[in-house]
């Protein structure tokens, strides 16, 4: 073998493992970058995520709430109350201005006899140790002259780190949040089923089923529904129970559910069962499609036209 081949060789030697020395350094780089990243990464849960506080006034009331840091370093956190509302798909959008609250008939000082309490004492900020859990109390005292209306609002534990109160959605970065849902007073509840459909045809194995609440009250409303599949004949195939709708005051309420077994063919009847408490009559709707597997059917004449002309043609010949 030649010089200069040997020289070539040896380049293309150097070549290969410059590069492998600097992909393996990239790699060890970006596993302890990585490392340190989720080392640091804030991890927290709470429970319960969604308080439910129906009263009379005046009255107090006392609700524990248990936060736990998941991680293995120590965590300072600032807590905060941030009023809400909610779009018709159970999208949250925060808000803190009085004027805000003035404007929706509600009380802009509520919020100064709503507490978090931790060992007696009202906090705003709380520090947990790697892996530790803490049981706070959130402590409200509603007056006599407090007006029938309801309160939403979000307790949000925001690490020191990014304390961004301008949070304008549910997106929450670097924290935890527990939503409070807050009736003062009480009335009959006033709800409208708006819509409830399925496509006439829809796909074999998923039917969608889209549901669509008007709540007029003035207090939220939590809805447990069914929904009843029934064949031709009436007779009841499935039932679906479907998890609780929260639908606030003077809103409405868009969900989505689907029924994922759906037999191959046939017509049905569907019934959704709305409940709202004990002491109301349930709300029911209906609504109809057919299974029909068109594709499978275009299939089957496409092979059979297959068939037919490869028959003619036999024939012919």
Do not use: C
């Not at 490392?35 to 849960?45: D, E, F, M, Q, W």
């Not at 808000?95 to 507490?115: A, C, H, T, V, Y």
Request: proline share 5%; net charge positive; glycine share 4%.
């Amino acid at each position: 073998m030649s010089n200069t081949t040997n020289i070539q060789i040896n380049k293309l030697f150097f070549f290969i493992l410059h590069f492998a020395l600097i992909g393996l350094l990239g790699y060890l780089f970006i596993g302890l970058f990585s490392s340190k990243t989720s080392a640091a990464s804030l991890s927290l849960s709470i429970y319960p995520p969604i308080i439910q506080i129906r009263l009379e006034a005046p009255t107090s009331v006392n609700t524990p709430i248990t936060i736990e840091n998941l991680s293995a370093e120590t965590v300072a956190l600032q807590i905060i109350f941030k009023p809400f509302t909610a779009s018709e798909f159970g999208e949250v959008a925060y808000f803190w201005n009085k004027e805000d609250l003035s404007r929706l008939g509600k009380n802009p000082l509520i919020f100064q006899n709503i507490k978090l309490i931790e060992n007696s004492k009202q906090v705003d900020e709380t520090t947990l140790g790697p892996k530790q859990k803490k049981t706070l109390t959130l402590d409200l005292s509603i007056a006599k002259d407090e007006s029938l209306s309801d309160y939403y609002f979000s307790i949000l534990f925001i690490s020191k780190n990014n304390t961004n109160t301008e949070l304008a959605h549910s997106q929450i970065a670097g924290g935890i949040a527990t939503n409070v849902l807050l009736s003062i007073g009480s009335e009959k509840p006033r709800v409208e089923i708006l819509e409830f459909s399925a496509p006439f045809l829809p796909a074999p194995g998923s039917v969608p089923f889209t549901i669509s609440i008007q709540n007029e009250g003035k207090h939220f409303i939590t809805a447990k529904g069914t929904i009843l599949i029934k064949n031709i004949f009436g007779k009841t195939i499935d039932k679906l129970e479907l998890p609780a709708i929260n639908v606030l005051a003077e809103r409405s309420r868009l969900q989505k559910y689907f029924w994922q077994k759906s037999p191959f063919f046939g017509a049905y009847t569907s019934t959704l069962i709305l409940n709202l408490s004990e002491n109301s009559p349930p709300l029911i709707k209906t609504t109809s499609f057919f299974i029909f597997p068109i594709k499978v059917i275009i299939a089957m004449a496409i092979v059979l036209a297959i068939i037919l002309v490869v028959r003619k043609r036999m024939d012919k010949s």
